[in-house]
């Protein structure tokens, strides 16, 4: 079994609390980019440009980003899901915050910041996610956290959302279960 | 405890992707004839993606960094090889051009000696074209090198039909119950052979068009998936009636003189894709051509530069669906598997 | 070299007398002594035939040995010695050679070469034309006095219709026929396969079965006009069955062979292999000429050898050397190594029904002696009557045995078959009153014994 470590209402209050604090981090929403990487980290990031929006009034464009191409072999470790396209707006000398709904071993955030810079030359580049699970690999950490989760490395975490799974929870299943759940 | 979802609320760009890789197994392209609608599928979308990186200001990524690829083209054509040397540079990979003469056991080095060689110097992906039928299925038996198909003397020619596919697509959306009409010298036609595979798969009506010397035995009749179950016309202006894709096929001046037809007046008037023609094709179908065109011949000059044409488009997109080739093929090359298998827990 | 042999309890079958019983073979001086129930001979070499045919040594009408000139492929003694192991205790040595055997000192050289290194009798086959250029007629009588037995240009057609008239009538003269490899050149030009729904799959050039029936009907109608005997190398079409059957029925003299792969292969397995996969493979081991053909093709053959329109089967056994095959479709050599697999391959049609062990057998002894006349060369031969030559064959006709090219005697790998089950094989052989096979102490080529077949 698996255990629910943020409901929709958790999640929920996240999002709003890390759109406040990227606004504030940045000073207001003037030049702010923010650009979801596929899959989950779309629909989040779609959430806190919504979010901003409403307290801020301000429309912030929204991209999206796949890093297949950029992955190193290390960084494959479920089936490999196909890529597609990406599709950002202008981000030369903009402040660009990269949107996941996981943060691990950090080689997916590393691929995507080569990704950014074959686009053009952001002002800045921050990192936001839902859930830092730990165990980074590589000297990387997120600006925006939504909450942080201590897990193994045996651990499987799911995070689901309504646009793309049709509930919005995260999950944790525990190492044992992890590998009958897989 | 899991919810169904709810179509409504998934809006299209937030939706995973139907088509995942873990299905493509191929080490090597040698034909499409055996190729599924969700290989197939996953060639197109794979292509869209690799579309995008070409529209970057800086078309260029990481992902076949530290492959080798090479280019062993036995027939010259600068063309596809270039198409190839660029797709293959666009995804960050080392690309060698060896320009072989077409060498057969007495003189020069064998097939087998030449790719066992090259092997051994490091190349993971060969690109071939030879004008042996065949040629590629023994350079794949030969090693661990993958192998694609750049043209294979009358056999098969499986990028151009992809990207001829994938323009279709571009243009009509789906080729699915589309006529397609291809009209030249089949029996000498790699590019129509692995144009009717692919098309028949993806369930268009394809119509192949030739004078009847230029027919290949068999084609057309009812023979399982031994054959492609295409038509057989030898009547281009019945073949064209509300055709949605005439695709005109280059006719080489040694068939016209070699006995196979008359000659190339008699072959341009019975064949000839020109505007009067073109006029009972639906308005709007497709003219396409692989390359290079013998204008006046098999297409007019008009037809080959009017609006209908995507002659152009073609040849843009070869690159892309030539990229989309080389990353699908690398997923399940050996020695990415090895470093897989090294890196994870 | 020539001790006594008594061969016991075996299933004994001699087409040419009809004989099939269990019975004992008495085997003394090179020749058959006896052949009867319950054999008595003191101090005899006793071989126990029980669960065994015991059969007339095969007769094979068309071999290419290679010798002279082109030994890499193969040569007299590994040629001869694959032939023992494939029960054929005669082959008739085609012309093909470098030079051609269109000349008697050549004919007299592989005569020679036989004598002191074959294990089975060799009995040549001269040349049709002079360096089989199709052009002008070799010295056939002095090839005859030399001791051939037929002419060919095999590995071409005779083309030029005047030309085979000629030899037609001139061999007639010396009692000894023409035979005929049927091609048409154009309309075979540059083919590499059977023209079908393969050659088209595979984009590979095909002869239509047209340039072979075109070519048979030619020779049957000047078979005709000159009376005299023309001989039809692997027939490989219905068509050309067809035209055959009709001219046999007119009484015309025509006879004909077919090989053991066009009795059971089609054109299917150039583009698969025999693995039974459906992946396409370009096998070229199972490129030949004439070409594999088609399922109706592979049928007519063998009715045609069951009801006897084909008098005979022969293996044309074409050995190349592994680089000519491991290259690309269009320039690999022509022809499979097939004197090993010979008796197996065609036991497939004895175990499916559509002939009988003994009919088979009649095709393999007799029946291409009484098609080329070859016991007026050799008396007795291809039977197990009293005072013929000691060929004899032991054959396990429900053996199974997997197809192994490596361990081949031939220095032809080149068959379709590796990795491929046969049921039949070729227990022992017995040339001349010597044992030439053993498959339980199978030998090389440098230890094999001689039969001493004498020459001529």
């Known amino acids: 079994m698996s255990n629910v470590i943020m409901s929709r209402d958790d999640i929920r209050r996240a999002v709003t609390r890390i759109a406040h604090e990227i606004v504030e981090n940045n000073r207001g929403a003037q030049d702010l980019v923010l650009i979801g990487m596929r899959t989950r980290g779309v629909p989040l990031a779609a959430r806190i440009a919504r979010a901003i929006r409403e307290f801020e009034g301000e429309e912030i464009p929204v991209g999206t980003l796949d890093v297949g191409l950029y992955r190193d072999d290390l960084t494959e470790r479920g089936p490999s899901v196909s890529i597609q396209p990406s599709d950002l707006p202008e981000i030369a000398g903009k402040r660009v915050v990269l949107v996941d709904d996981v943060l691990y071993t950090g080689r997916t955030v590393r691929a995507a910041l080569d990704a950014l810079i074959d686009y053009g030359r952001p002002g800045r580049i921050q990192l936001a996610v839902l859930v830092d699970r730990g165990h980074r690999e590589l000297p990387i950490r997120a600006d925006f956290v939504g909450k942080n989760i201590p897990t193994s490395h045996a651990d499987d975490v799911q995070v689901r959302f309504e646009e793309t799974d049709g509930e919005d929870t995260v999950r944790v299943t525990a190492a044992e279960e992890a590998g009958v759940s897989r | ?345 | 070299m020539t001790e006594r042999i008594l061969i016991r309890n075996g299933r004994v079958i001699d087409p040419a007398s009809g004989l099939d019983k269990t019975a004992d073979v008495l085997v003394e001086g090179g020749c058959i002594a006896a052949v009867g129930p319950d054999l008595k001979a003191e101090g005899a070499r006793k071989i126990d035939a029980r669960g065994l045919v015991v059969a007339p040594g095969f007769v094979d009408l068309h071999t290419h040995l290679r010798e002279p000139g082109l030994e890499y492929k193969e040569d007299i003694a590994t040629g001869t010695l694959a032939a023992a192991r494939g029960g054929f205790t005669t082959v008739c040595a085609m012309p093909n050679t470098e030079p051609a055997m269109d000349n008697r000192s050549i004919i007299e050289h592989v005569l020679r070469e036989a004598e002191a290194r074959a294990s089975v009798r060799v009995l040549p086959i001269g040349a049709v034309s002079r360096g089989r250029a199709g052009k002008e007629l070799a010295e056939l009588g002095d090839l005859a006095a030399a001791g051939c037995v037929a002419f060919s240009d095999d590995g071409a057609p005779v083309w030029d219709a005047t030309l085979m008239r000629r030899a037609l009538e001139y061999a007639n003269g010396l009692g000894l026929p023409i035979i005929d490899h049927c091609e048409d050149p154009s309309l075979a030009r540059d083919a590499v396969m059977h023209e079908g729904w393969v050659s088209t799959r595979l984009g590979l050039r095909g002869a239509p079965a047209a340039s072979e029936e075109a070519a048979v009907t030619r020779d049957i109608a000047l078979a005709e006009a000159t009376g005299a005997h023309v001989h039809i190398a692997h027939v490989s079409t219905r068509g050309a069955i067809e035209a055959i059957r009709a001219a046999k029925a007119r009484g015309l003299r025509v006879t004909a062979e077919v090989t053991p792969h066009h009795l059971t292969l089609t054109e299917e397995i150039v583009a698969f292999g025999s693995g039974g996969g459906w992946d396409l493979v370009y096998d070229t081991n199972a490129k030949v000429n004439p070409p594999l053909r088609s399922q109706d093709d592979v049928d007519a053959c063998g009715a045609a050898l069951a009801d006897g329109t084909i008098d005979c089967i022969a293996t044309d056994h074409a050995p190349h050397a592994v680089i000519e095959k491991l290259c690309e479709f269009d320039d690999a050599a022509f022809g499979i190594s097939g004197l090993e697999t010979a008796f197996g391959l065609c036991m497939r049609l004895a175990h499916d029904g559509r002939i009988t062990l003994e009919t088979l057998i009649e095709r393999l002894t007799i029946g291409p002696v009484r098609a080329l006349g070859l016991d007026r060369v050799v008396p007795g031969i291809g039977t197990l009557a009293v005072g013929a030559p000691a060929d004899i064959v032991l054959l396990d006709a429900a053996a199974e045995w997997v197809v192994e090219p490596e361990r081949f005697a031939s220095k032809g790998k080149n068959t379709p078959l590796g990795g491929v089950t046969l049921r039949g094989g070729v227990a022992m052989t017995v040339s001349n009153g010597v044992v030439v096979h053993d498959h339980q102490r199978p030998t090389t080529s440098d230890q094999r014994p001689t039969s001493g077949v004498p020459v001529g």
């Not at chain 2, 072989?100 to 490091?122: N, R, Y």
């Not at chain 2, 090198?145 to 039909?161: E, F, K, M, R, Y």
């Open chain 2, 1 to 345: 405890m899991t919810t169904e979802a709810r179509p409504d609320v998934v809006p299209a760009p937030f939706a995973a992707p139907s088509t995942d890789e873990s299905g493509w197994k191929r080490r090597h392209l040698l034909d499409l004839d055996d190729f599924s609608v969700e290989e197939l599928d996953l060639m197109m979308r794979t292509t869209d993606t690799m579309k995008e990186v070409l529209s970057r200001e800086i078309p260029r990524v990481p992902a076949l960094r530290g492959t080798t690829v090479v280019t062993l083209f036995y027939e010259n054509s600068t063309r596809t090889r270039t198409s190839f040397e660029l797709a293959g540079k666009v995804l960050g990979a080392d690309v060698i051009n060896i320009a072989a003469s077409s060498s057969s056991v007495s003189k020069g080095e064998s097939l087998v000696d030449t790719v066992k060689t090259l092997q051994a110097v490091g190349a993971d992906v060969l690109i071939m074209r030879h004008n042996r039928s065949g040629a590629p299925y023994l350079a794949a038996r030969t090693g661990h090198c993958s192998v694609v198909n750049a043209g294979d003397g009358l056999h098969a020619h499986p990028t151009q039909a992809l990207l001829d596919l994938y323009t279709m697509r571009g243009a009509l959306g789906d080729v699915r119950g589309r006529k397609v009409v291809i009209v030249g010298d089949l029996l000498h036609s790699r590019v129509a052979r692995s144009n009717a595979w692919a098309l028949t798969a993806m369930g268009a009506d394809v119509v192949l068009c030739a004078p009847p010397t230029l027919v290949p035995a068999r084609l057309g009749e009812a023979l399982e998936d031994r054959l492609p179950p295409v038509r057989v016309e030898t009547n281009l202006d019945r073949a064209i009636v509300d055709a949605d894709v005439v695709m005109a096929l280059r006719m080489q001046h040694e068939r016209m003189q070699g006995g196979y037809v008359p000659g190339a007046r008699e072959y341009s008037r019975l064949y000839q894709v020109n505007t009067e023609r073109l006029a009972r094709a639906n308005p709007g179908a497709l003219v396409m051509h692989p390359g290079p065109m013998n204008e006046g011949v098999e297409i007019s000059h008009d037809v080959a530069h009017g609006l209908q044409s995507r002659v152009e488009e073609q040849v843009t997109n070869g690159v892309a669906v030539r990229m989309a080739v080389l990353w699908l093929i690398t997923r399940t090359s050996t020695k990415q598997a090895r470093a897989a298998a090294k890196g994870a827990l």
